[in-house]
């Protein structure tokens, strides 16, 4: 087991940030041959990780990842306009659905407020499942995955 004092030391050595009591007692943790192994992995660890570049992306990568970024806001704009033309329209046709229904006098008020009741309830019904789609959509892990 590696002593959580040795780590310590260890990364202020790599950092180099040790002080002279430091070093020594780095130095004694290195007379033991299990802390030498360690040190030793660690350090050509350290080199690996200094020589390593990131790689730039391409121009056709940044073409293809602008062109996704416009499309998809363009889409989005357009489905916030569809959303409120289907909005104002529905709220229409429920507000002439109402007037009409309760101006004309030929029926019983348990049938006219039974309509009511049934169209308002199914628009509802309707905006929660499309509502719970788009988000279970949005929000599904596994959409990039086929079958």
Known sequence: MID?????????YFDDELTID????????????NYRSEFEEQKKLKE????????????DFWD?????????????????FISIGVILL??????EFVDRLFTDDGGPIVIKVGLVTLFFGSLVLIFSLL???????????YKEIQR
């Open 48 to 59: 690996v990780f200094m020589k390593m570049t990131l790689k730039n992306p391409g121009n």
């Open 4 to 12: 959580e004092k040795f780590i310590y030391l260890m990364e202020k």
């Open 22 to 33: 430091e070093k020594s007692e780095l130095n004694k943790f290195l007379e033991d041959k």
């Open 131 to 141: 509502r719970e789609k788009f988000f279970k959509l949005k929000k599904d892990k």
């Open 90 to 95: 529905i709220g229409f046709a429920a507000v």
């Open 64 to 80: 293809g990842y602008w062109l996704n970024t416009y499309n998809r806001l363009e889409r989005g704009l357009a489905w916030i």
